[in-house]
T-cell receptor
Framework: GEDVEQSLFLSVREGDSSVINCTYT??????LYWYKQEPGAGLQLLTY?????DMKQDQRLTVLLNKKDKHLSLRIADTQTGDSAIYFC??????????????FGTGTKLQVIP | DAGVTQSPTHLIKTRGQQVTLRCSPK?????VSWYQQALGQGPQFIFQ???????QRGNFPDRFSGHQFPNYSSELNVNALLLGDSALYLC?????????FGPGTRLTVT
């Protein structure tokens, strides 16, 4: 079945860049997503990338995709204390019924030190 | 645009009871998915509705059922509640690539 893995924790200093990594197993992935979740809240869609792209930039966020190694990363430039949250990687791939389902990783907790 | 809305925000139920959670999708979205997020875990896919039919289902027992209405809103029903059903239940609506989540319903089973 599909599997998405992330490291559990990342600590960075305010102003530095953060890089959160993710690996996935589903070779039928069409889209890959990054979501942000703050305590007690739902998931906020940050950005997503189509599987035939290798990079996408959106303001402070840069997504890199290595489809061969099934590796996805999210770089946050000039990390701020407001970026402290849990970041989820997710992939949309084809399920056995022919429809597409989204599978999430367990999340990476980003701690930004002032 | 209000985005995805869910009700209620919090709910406390007793083992064996039944619960109904509600979701209104983002304007223009026709597909609704439900997820269960246990504490410290990523969201787990329960099922997805499109055109009022359950299109696919994750590894959840039949105690979990749902419905989608003609206006695309959706309900999640859980029967015979267990302590292990305590979690944050998230609704997501989607159209093509984009999937947006609601704030969730926190269900506590005592």
């Amino acid at each position: 079945g599909e599997d998405v893995e992330q490291s559990l924790f990342l600590s960075v200093r305010e102003g530095d860049s953060s890089v959160i990594n993710c690996t996935y197993t589903d070779s039928s992935s069409t889209y890959l997503y990054w979501y942000k979740q703050e305590p007690g809240a739902g998931l906020q869609l940050l950005t997503y990338i189509f599987s035939n792209m290798d990079m996408k930039q959106d303001q402070r966020l840069t997504v890199l995709l290595n489809k061969k190694d099934k590796h996805l990363s999210l770089r946050i430039a000039d990390t701020q204390t407001g970026d402290s949250a849990i970041y989820f990687c997710a992939e949309k791939g084809e399920s056995s019924g022919g429809y597409q389902k989204v599978t999430f990783g367990t999340g990476t907790k980003l701690q930004v030190i002032p | 645009d209000a985005g995805v809305t869910q009700s209620p925000t919090h709910l406390i139920k007793t083992r064996g009871q039944q619960v109904t959670l509600r979701c209104s999708p983002k304007s223009g979205h026709d597909t609704v998915s439900w997820y269960q997020q246990a504490l410290g875990q990523g969201p787990q896919f329960i099922f997805q509705y499109y055109e009022e039919e359950e299109r696919q289902r994750g590894n959840f027992p039949d105690r979990f059922s749902g419905h989608q209405f003609p206006n695309y809103s959706s309900e999640l029903n859980v029967n015979a509640l267990l302590l292990g059903d305590s979690a944050l239940y998230l609704c997501a609506s989607s159209h093509r690539a984009e999937q947006y989540f609601g704030p969730g319903t926190r269900l506590t089973v005592t």
